[in-house]
């Protein structure tokens, strides 16, 4: 599955520089409503789910991706209006998970689930796929990450940071094969800065996305490669 992660400049560097991407924690997201979009009608019960929210978040994180990349609400929000960039992957298809977008919240026997010590698998996808329908433009597609499978360093605040591996080659064994990169319409990102961040023997396919002249919708030029100057000895990891 072809899939498009928005992200600024500076954090398409590192993930270029590192080879890696930022795996985002479950308590972190945007939405307050992660994992708790289910229809109770007690305080115990969203208590219960809370907690069970909390456990989820020591145990898993999650990467965000969108089917597109033309709705220009996407690139203001997540690329740093229009100055980012887009990072187009190829994901296994088996790992994707679609969210599914629903004007009401769903019901979920919390309480019984919790008394059993689990929740089934299709609960578990449905608390981890279900958002409010507002979200929809994102066409969001995620990939979950279980953290003690995962590289781990603490940030400048004494704060543990999750990666996940990405690859520019088709034959790695990596979940994430980067196969190109999008520039945003006002993005200053050039494409030696790009060079520098790859190794010698990278090719990166890259596009510069424009305004459509007949809708609201940004699309991309032609792609045009960029070659990488880096050595091998110059490979550091950064947080």
């Known amino acids: 599955m072809i899939v498009y992660h928005f992200t600024p400049s500076e954090f398409a560097i ?36 809370e907690t069970f929210k909390n456990q989820v978040n020591e145990r898993y ?4 991706f969108c089917e597109n990349y033309h709705d220009p609400v996407l690139w203001s929000h997540y690329a740093d209006s229009h ?4 990072l187009v992957f190829e994901i296994p298809d088996d790992i994707a998970i679609r969210i599914d977008y629903q004007p009401e919240r769903f019901k979920l026997a919390v309480n019984a689930a919790i008394q059993r010590g689990s929740f089934t698998e299709s609960d578990l996808t449905q608390l981890i796929s279900t958002k409010f329908s507002s979200w ?13 499978d995962h590289f781990c360093q603490m940030d400048s605040k004494g704060k543990k940071v999750y990666f996940e591996s990405l690859s520019l080659e088709s034959y790695g064994v990596d ?5 190109g990169l999008i520039r945003g319409v006002r993005c200053d990102l050039k494409p030696a800065d790009i060079a520098s961040e790859l190794l010698a023997v990278d090719t990166l396919p890259v596009q510069d996305a424009r305004l459509d002249s007949s809708s609201f919708q940004i699309i991309a030029g032609e792609t045009y490669p960029v070659n990488g100057v880096r050595s091998f000895s110059a490979c550091c990891f950064r947080v």
């Open 136 to 148: 929809g433009y994102e066409k969001e597609i995620r990939m979950m990450c279980r953290l003690n």
């Open 14 to 49: 590192k993930a270029l520089r590192d080879r890696r991407l930022k795996i985002a924690r479950i308590n972190e997201l945007n939405d307050p409503f992660e994992f708790c979009a289910t229809d109770f009608s007690d305080n115990g019960t969203q208590s219960k789910l």
């Open 61 to 64: 994180g999650v990467i965000c």
């Open 83 to 86: 100055r980012g960039v887009v």
């Open 175 to 179: 979940a994430l094969k980067l196969i």
